[in-house]
């Protein structure tokens, strides 16, 4: 990546808001129980790891490959519409992990119905809450009928009504939060990890601050470097 490409981010943190679900809302502790995890009411469920194979309470296994269910990484190029990818990428795995396949999802469709629910126009970025209240409510089209593009004149066009009549084949049916308010960091993690042993990934985000450049290229030794950027802007 060149310092002329410009990349777009996107995430935007969500605010608290009580009407979440999480794992011990009825209809979610359910599924999660079906799945053969058992909802955290101050104790550790039973995690199965991506095997099928369960794991003893306090004991998660050491590692966890997901990437034979994962469709391929998509580049959102200069858009902020990296909530859109995750939602996008989520679906596809699900599909893929139930039938061994999956249609390609819209990317593009998912960002614009997202950016509808929060009344706003243009690349602004989104919130991961109204990404996945946006898969809910409208599901999401398959892509061949509208195609990914980050042109400044082609991105925020509506789709036509044909792709959120589509769509509605193509609907989630339940998201739940995992970093409820009051909820230590330490049992968040704990959480994910019981999850994605479980063979359920999440979406999150996290913030890139302006030396991230810095993990790409450094310009006077001309050459890559393995560092995880830092809060600073300072770099040259």
């Known amino acids: ?98 039938f061994g396949r999956h249609i390609d999802a819209s990317r593009l469709f998912l960002y614009k119905a997202t950016r509808n629910l929060m009344k706003m126009k243009g690349d602004t970025g989104a919130y991961l809450r109204l990404t996945m209240g946006a898969m809910v409510l409208f599901g999401v089209a398959p892509e061949e009928y509208w195609p990914y593009t980050d042109d400044d004149q082609e991105f925020d066009r509506e789709p036509p009504a044909f792709c959120y009549a ?7 049916i339940k998201y739940y939060r995992h970093d409820p308010p009051g909820l230590a960091r ?5 959480r994910l990890k019981t999850y994605i042993a479980a063979g359920h990934p999440a979406m999150f985000g996290f913030t890139v601050y302006s030396s991230v450049k810095a993990a790409v290229f450094r310009r006077e030794i001309s050459v890559a470097i393995d560092k995880i950027p830092i809060n600073t802007d300072n770099f040259n």
């Open 166 to 172: 589509f769509a509605q084949n193509y609907k989630t």
């Open 186 to 190: 330490p049992r968040v993690l704990d």
């Open 1 to 98: 990546m060149s310092e002329a490409t410009k990349r777009g981010f996107g995430w935007i943190p969500d605010y608290p808001d009580f009407r979440d679900f999480t794992e011990d809302t009825p209809g979610v502790r359910e599924i999660l129980a079906a799945a053969g995890i058992r909802a955290a009411a101050g104790t550790r469920g039973t995690a199965v790891n991506g095997a099928g194979r369960a794991t003893p309470p306090g004991a998660p296994p050491a590692a966890v490959d997901l990437r034979e269910w994962a469709s391929a990484v998509e580049d959102q190029g200069a858009l902020g519409s990296c909530t859109a990818h995750a939602g996008a990428g989520v679906i596809e795995y699900y599909e893929r992990k139930s």
